[in-house]
């Protein structure tokens, strides 16, 4: 038998709940809407380079009096001025505010002299920093009980660091702040893996540690750029953020061996038992082939091959993948997010790679319900102002189980029940509709069910209540499991209360 805590919300994204010998719904990813550009960075201090963005709530870190909403970047310009080398000298950590987290500004800052003037929004740059890089600097909101209020901002930062002679020394370091804004560089957390990608890290307090999920390669040989080697995600856990296990390489079940880029791996905290991950796909073709010539942008294409040949070849690609214990994943092997209808700076190493973090934005819909909203970037090293495309889903929507017309069903595995009312995170057609059967052992007779039939449901709700023949709370305190009937619908969580 399975346990669900009254209240606690269970999605229908894996097979955990699901008597599989009799489910005949499939499981069906969904992808993201695309919605509008939302910022142009086109102040003299950013560009095309404008990169790794996450989006956190100040108020969850006891921040008031500001905007809702908070998004950090990286601000910065790929290429010299003669388009001839890939230039990372001059990246600065910037940040935007909004209310709704569709109207992005700008806030004066007042922290960094830029030409002359501290009116902009850079809160440090790679300059000033004594990793010697800021190739990544990820921040998350530590909300362990034993955080100290002066480290309640935390961030890894560092990357591929050249050293005089030539060798490389790659570290990941940690930064703190009581206020996102004034960070002081902490600890060494690790020198074992590559880190030069998003090192994604935050307090998990169902299990009571800290997950830190890094970059790292495999199957390289001698120098780890450039020769064939399998970017990986791997998990590092700690007690005290301190002292860390070796980075191990995350599970994904036997499925094919891919390269993955970047992660954005989040609790997801409307059902706190899920994990998910947005990681980036990255596909580099050997040498250049004639589709490339047919590309949009082709020309400006070769120009990118000329600084680098991986900055022609490469192309990038969002996958979606899912966990209940942070470890073992399943990864989705179609792309969650495509760099879509190809225009002039899309199709390239670049593309797809989103926000960490998704926050609830009000719906463009009138009367509809709050969604998530996720960020990406686009016009990515194309020597003009990288633009901020915003991409919405539905709550409890990445994933569903999915019946054509033709039919399906969804069968729980047995649990206890306790409670009177079951709400469905649910969608169907006009002539589609899902019914809800709930079997209880019968008290006298254990070889017996009673059974409680459902009306038709038929709409598009994220919490719509079940109603069924007889009260639902005759079958508290007994072992029951559900059935639910469908056609042309699709389901995506419950809870029962």
């Known amino acids: ?188 957390i690790s020198d074992k893996n590559k880190y030069d990608s998003q090192n994604v890290a935050f307090w998990d307090k169902d299990a009571g540690e800290y997950k830190l999920y890094v970059r790292d390669f495999h199957g390289y040989v001698g120098d780890w750029v450039g020769n064939g080697g399998v970017r990986d995600i791997r998990l590092q856990t700690s007690k005290d953020f301190k002292t860390w296990s070796d980075a191990e390489l995350i599970d994904f079940k036997g499925s094919e061996d891919i390269p993955l880029y970047t992660n954005a791996v989040r609790k997801y905290e409307r059902a706190g038992n899920m994990y998910v991950g947005f990681p980036s796909r990255y596909m580099e073709r050997l040498e250049w082939e004639p589709n490339y010539d047919e590309l949009a942008g082709s020309e400006w294409r070769k120009v990118r091959t000329g600084i680098s040949p991986r900055y022609g070849l490469a192309i990038t690609d969002c996958a979606l993948m899912i966990s209940r214990d942070g470890f073992s994943w399943d990864r989705f092997d179609d792309a969650w997010m495509k760099p879509g209808i190809e225009r002039k700076w899309n199709w390239v190493y670049g593309d797809c790679y989103p926000s960490v973090g998704f926050i609830e934005t009000e719906s463009g819909f009138e009367f509809a319900p709050a969604e998530y909203s996720i960020f990406c970037s686009e016009k990515h090293w194309s020597n003009e102002p990288a633009k901020l495309r915003r991409y919405t889903f539905r709550k409890d929507g990445l994933v569903s189980r999915h019946a054509s017309y033709k039919g399906g069903k969804v069968v729980t595995q047995p649990f206890m029940f306790e409670g009177d009312t079951l709400k469905v995170n649910f969608s169907t057609s006009a002539r589609g509709y899902i019914i809800v059967k709930a079997y209880a052992k019968n008290l006298t007779d254990g070889h017996k069910y009673d059974v409680l039939t459902s009306c038709e449901i038929f709409g598009d709700n994220l919490e719509r209540t079940v109603i069924f023949d007889k009260p639902l709370s005759a079958f508290s305190g007994r072992e029951t499991f559900l059935e639910f009937e469908m056609k042309e619908a699709e389901l995506y969580s419950m809870v029962i209360e």
């Open 1 to 188: 038998m399975v346990s669900y805590k009254k209240g606690q919300r269970e999605l229908f994204w894996d097979d955990f709940n699901i008597n599989k010998s009799l489910t005949t719904a499939e499981v069906k990813m969904h992808e993201p809407r695309i919605e509008e550009i939302v910022f142009t960075f086109d102040a003299p201090w950013e560009g095309d380079g404008c990169n790794y963005f996450e989006v956190i709530e100040p108020a969850k870190a006891g921040i008031t009096g500001t905007k809702k909403f908070r998004f950090y970047y990286f601000a910065w310009k790929m290429y010299d001025k003669d388009l001839k080398q890939h230039m990372v000298n001059t990246i600065y950590l910037c940040m935007l505010e909004s209310d709704d987290g569709i109207h992005w500004e700008r806030p004066d800052l007042g922290l960094y002299e830029y030409e002359g003037s501290t009116h902009n929004n850079i809160i440090m740059t790679a300059a000033d920093d004594e990793v010697g890089s800021l190739d990544n600097f990820v921040i998350f909101i530590d909300d362990n009980p034993e955080c100290k209020k002066d480290e309640v901002f935390k961030a890894t930062a560092g990357g591929d660091n050249k050293l005089p002679d030539g060798t490389r020394e790659p570290k990941l370091f940690c930064y703190t702040s009581p206020d996102g804004l004034h960070w002081k560089k902490g600890w060494l």
